[in-house]
């Protein structure tokens, strides 16, 4: 692998200023009978603002350091650090984003001629870590930081390995990465990037490197969401138009603009590679919730699709790629009539949300229940969930369906496929588990 297969990290550095101020003491004394008095003077009194000062591998100012990762073979996994230190006099909250992935072909040698994935017709393009035309992805990234200084990561932020290739390495980029790591005075942290080579990887990455900038940001203040996916990410390529004139939180939304096509946006499970939860269930679910804003409110608008992976056990839901497809409408949702038109409206699967949602199985087998008969995700929650409550006649035409033991495959914010008379914003998506962890999303320009 050629010394393109680098990762080149750069930080910021943020200084206070300082201002002095000096107090004299006042003596104050009138006519002659005055009574016993002292004074004493406190001078050169002076308040400085505190700092701070980031470095990388010892560098400051506008120096760089690399991590390089080399002679990567298949089946393989090797890893890069980077010491992270708070020279500062205050302590700061530690976060950084990922710039584009370059693929560098770096030559088609002859074992790659002709390989699965291998195009072979750029010489600037190659096929470490990108996805290949079968729909497998050959790089896997996993980042975080190592607290007890064992080389290994203990604190997760990013992991693409295990993921749908269409969103592996290339959907972690152009996101900012709030894990708010505390970094004392005077402390410091090693941030490790950890890549792993799968033994199917094949003759088409030969040689090819991958490069990527990670920039570190040391704030004193917490950034307030889990991430902030800019519209500089593959994510917003979804038909998307991220801008800057409304939001909800931080300094933009996504506008579902006027082309006639779908927009989509894929927030956890295996379609996800810029989270760090764990697998989880329906029934792990506390709540999921986004806010809209929107013109009027019609069934094409923005709503809420849970996938759950395939079981391949034969049943009337197992649908190719997914098992089940529980969708929500915003226009199903109770007290959906009270939307208010031109405002941000939030919708969530909890009755604390302001518009709550209810669910049906989106396929053939289950018929749509009217909005009023729809459960919500707490009625397909621990236990078997019947769709023949959901209907008036007296027959039993439907076996009871096991929603809440499935493993969740993905989440997703969808529009209609082919709806133009769209006017919405999505902004200020939240997915609370069970075990109490909490990952939201900041949607910006």
């Avoid at 505390?182 to 090819?208: H, K, M, T, Y």
């Avoid at 019947?386 to 033991?405: E, F, G």
């Avoid at 769209?422 to 609370?432: S, V």
């Amino acid at each position: 692998m050629s010394d393109d297969d680098t990762y080149d990290l750069s930080r910021r550095k943020i200084l206070g200023g300082i201002m002095t101020v000096g107090a004299a003491g006042a003596t104050a004394g009138a006519g002659t009978m005055a009574l016993f008095s002292d004074t004493e003077q406190s001078t050169g009194n002076t308040i400085q603002a505190g700092t701070l000062d980031l470095t990388a591998d010892g560098n400051n100012g506008e120096a760089t350091t690399t991590v390089s990762i080399e002679s990567m073979a298949p089946g393989e996994t090797k890893s890069g650090t980077t010491t992270l230190n708070n020279r500062g006099s205050l302590g700061g909250f530690l976060n950084f984003d990922i710039g584009p992935v370059t693929n560098n072909e770096n030559t088609v040698w002859e074992p790659e001629q002709g390989a699965p994935g291998e195009d072979g017709t750029d010489s600037t393009t190659g096929e470490l870590a990108r996805t290949h035309t079968d729909g497998s992805n050959a790089l896997d990234v996993t980042a975080g930081f190592d607290t007890t200084g064992d080389g290994n990561i203990d604190k997760v932020v990013l992991d693409s390995a295990g993921k749908d290739p269409r969103n592996n390495i290339q959907g972690t980029t152009g996101i900012e990465y709030n894990p708010n790591r505390s970094l004392n005075s005077d402390s410091s942290v090693d941030f490790v990037v950890e890549c792993s080579l799968p033994r199917e990887a094949g003759n088409a990455v030969q040689s090819d490197g991958a490069t990527f900038d990670l920039t570190f940001e040391l704030l004193q203040q917490a950034a307030g969401s889990s991430v902030a996916i800019t519209g500089n990410s593959p994510l917003s390529n979804y038909n998307w138009n991220p801008i800057s004139s409304e939001a909800h939180i931080g300094d933009g939304s996504w506008y579902t603009g006027t082309a006639t096509a779908k927009r989509n946006i894929y927030f956890a499970g295996e379609f996800s590679s810029f989270h760090d939860l764990p697998d989880f269930t329906v029934d792990d679910i506390q709540d999921i919730s986004y806010w809209v804003k929107s013109s009027a409110l019609n069934s094409a608008n923005i709503y809420l699709t849970i996938y759950t992976k395939p079981e391949n056990d034969g049943g009337d839901a197992d649908a190719g790629w997914y098992d089940s497809r529980l969708q929500a409408l915003p226009t199903d949702a109770t007290d959906s009539s009270s939307f208010q038109d031109g405002q941000w409206n939030e919708f969530g699967t909890s009755s604390s949300a302001q518009h709550q949602l209810t669910f049906y199985d989106h396929v053939s087998a289950f018929p749509k229940p009217s909005p009023g008969n729809q459960p919500t995700l707490s009625g397909l929650q621990n236990d078997d969930f019947d769709w023949d409550s959901t209907d008036s006649d007296d027959t039993d035409d439907y076996a009871p369906q096991s929603y809440h033991d499935e493993e969740v495959l993905a989440l997703s914010l969808q529009t209609g496929s082919t709806n133009s008379d769209i006017d919405a914003y999505l902004d200020d998506i939240t997915l609370e588990l069970t075990n109490a962890e909490t990952f939201s999303i900041d949607l910006e320009p």
